[in-house]
């Protein structure tokens, strides 16, 4: 039985992760019986977080590789190089390794964000170095997945562009592990950490900030709200300023900070910053802020 308590607390500690208790124990379950892990969550929740510190507390490389509609089979496995091809003929000197072959040969973890963006014809070559742990490099070898060799994807399930539905071959290789927002109290002990704010009213900007992100997620007009980034921002910027205790100081900030992080409702006759602006005056309304 493997000790998925003490090792939680232990990767909270050392990468300085508040919460994520239970998300965290599923990981390192998946992990200790060697299963392929699949993190799905909104934009901003710490998909990418938690898979570099597995990675480094199970004392792994990162390998990490970014989808697009533009990854191809080649960008993901490796190549060979045309020029030294010629030179050299079919060896290991002309082969350009990937992620993916560098991952199994050497005994990483590879990290596939937003694996949903990924083509179907680069899924289908992930399937056997996933099931088998095998890696076809034809005229030159086959690689066998190092013992420490494993992966941990990432998809938004709310992306609709540039999105390939996942075949069920690819999803039939995974754990699934679902990362939804954290608790309001988590988010604000994170805002803290995170925004480096001083003492004084930290207490006060990080709770404002996490109420106005909180209130982008729970507005009518938002089809989208803020994850955590908005809130770290915001407090960051409020927290530059002279007076950070005027309106007009946090409606700017919470702008300049939310203005790329939420998606407003089709039909909507306000503008983004009209939008934004009606929620941070809102908050600061209820709040005992003067």
Request: a negative charge; aromatic letters at 6%; hydrophobic letters at 40%.
């Amino acid at each position: 039985m493997v000790d998925t308590t003490g090792r939680v607390k232990e990767i909270q500690e050392k990468y300085k992760i508040i919460g994520r208790t239970e998300e965290l124990r599923q990981i390192v379950l998946a992990h200790s019986v060697d299963k392929n892990i699949l993190i799905e969550g909104e934009v901003g929740v710490g998909k990418t977080t938690l898979a570099k510190a597995i990675a480094s507390f199970f004392d792994s490389d990162f390998y990490r590789v970014d989808c697009s509609e533009e990854l191809l089979p080649h960008n993901l496995v490796g190549y060979f190089d045309p020029p030294l091809v010629i030179s050299k003929g079919y060896t290991e000197d002309s082969y350009k390794y990937g992620p993916l072959a560098l991952a199994m040969q050497n005994g990483g973890c590879l990290f596939i964000n937003e694996i949903n963006r990924m083509p179907e014809s680069t899924q289908n070559s992930l399937l056997t170095s996933l099931d088998e742990r095998i890696l076809e490099i034809p005229k030159l070898k086959t690689i066998n997945a190092h013992e420490d060799f494993f992966v941990v994807a990432t998809q938004n399930p709310s992306a609709h562009v540039g999105v390939t539905v996942l075949g069920e071959a690819l999803k039939d290789r995974f754990i699934w592990i679902n990362l939804n927002y954290q608790s309001p109290e988590e988010e604000i002990l994170i805002i803290k950490q995170e925004a480096s704010l001083g003492s004084g009213n930290s207490d006060k900007v990080a709770l404002l900030s996490q109420n106005i992100i909180q209130l982008t997620r729970e507005s009518t007009s938002v089809r989208r709200g803020s994850s955590i980034r908005g809130a770290i921002d915001l407090a960051t910027l409020i927290n530059q300023y002279d007076n950070n205790n005027s309106s007009k100081n946090w409606v700017e900030a919470a702008v300049m900070a939310l203005y790329n992080k939420i998606e407003l409702e089709d039909g909507l006759t306000q503008s983004k910053k009209e939008v934004i602006t009606n929620i941070v005056l809102a908050v600061l309304n209820k709040s005992d802020f003067q």
